[in-house]
């Protein structure tokens, strides 16, 4: 490929899924040697599970594997996770990317422009746009999924497709406050949208193809109430409480 990537680091969340990432971890190493000049993988283990960290270490060193680091924090939830990756990450592009890579590395070329540039600060996959393909989703995941969204807009003033998509592209060097962010468990991703739409940060979304994981970590029941009520302390947070401040 004439024009790779120049530098990426990929931040990968991994709470339950050390099976499948296991599996992912060869074609996403050659993917990486493909298309990427400099590259490092930083795999957030949380939840203090020590199996999930002695499998993938063992793992790694059995196969000689370069290029990636294990970090474990004992905090459950993937907001917390994240943000360990970006404050970790030694290059100023990041790719944030689920461990069961529901949407394929793949698509990262597609956030590219003619040059081999990113086509902006922050962008994003959606799963909601016209061309996008879905695939196992479960109807009432999906249906709880645009009403989330709806809220979303509605109350925060934040117009993306798809808010909650695992697949995102950031330059931290560029987008400053995206560190900034303090839920952190699923609903970190609105409180990042809404950070960028503070600092005028554009949002560019690009369709991709998801393939749900059955083993999915999100609980539709315990997690959506969650996520709802972070919702509305972001509301208070930023929309109600620092302007009363001011």
């Not at 074609?27 to 599970?49: H, R, S």
């Not at 020590?50 to 059995?62: G, V």
């Not at 799963?127 to 249906?143: A, G, L, Q, V, Y």
Request: aromatic share 10%; hydrophobic share 40%; with cysteine.
């Amino acid at each position: 490929m004439d024009n790779q990537i120049n530098q990426l680091s990929l931040v990968i969340p991994c709470k339950k899924n050390k099976k499948i990432l296991i599996k992912k971890i060869p074609y996403l190493i050659d993917f990486c040697k493909n298309y990427i000049k400099n590259f490092e993988i930083l795999i957030i283990l949380n939840g203090g599970d020590k199996t999930n960290t002695l499998e993938l270490s063992k793992f790694l060193t059995s196969n000689n594997i370069q290029n990636i680091e294990l970090l474990t924090i004992d905090t459950v939830g993937k907001g917390a996770a994240v943000k360990t990756g970006l404050n970790s990450a030694k290059y100023d592009n990041i790719l944030i990317s689920d461990a069961d890579f529901s949407v394929g590395i793949d698509y990262i070329l597609k956030f590219l422009n003619e040059k081999g540039d990113f086509l902006g600060d922050f962008v994003v996959g959606s799963r909601k746009m016209k061309t996008s393909n879905i695939s196992k989703t479960p109807f009432s995941r999906i249906i709880t999924g645009f009403v989330y969204t709806a809220l979303v807009k509605s109350l925060l003033g934040v117009s993306v497709s798809d808010t909650q998509c695992g697949f995102k592209v950031i330059n931290i060097q560029n987008f400053k406050t995206c560190k900034d962010f303090t839920k952190e468990g699923f609903s970190y991703d609105v409180e990042l949208f809404f950070l960028a739409k503070q600092e005028e940060i554009k949002v560019i979304e690009i369709p991709v193809d998801y393939i749900h994981d059955e083993k999915s970590n999100v609980n539709i029941s315990s997690d959506s109430i969650a996520m709802a009520k972070d919702l509305l302390m972001i509301l208070w947070e930023y929309r109600i409480r620092k302007p009363l401040k001011q």
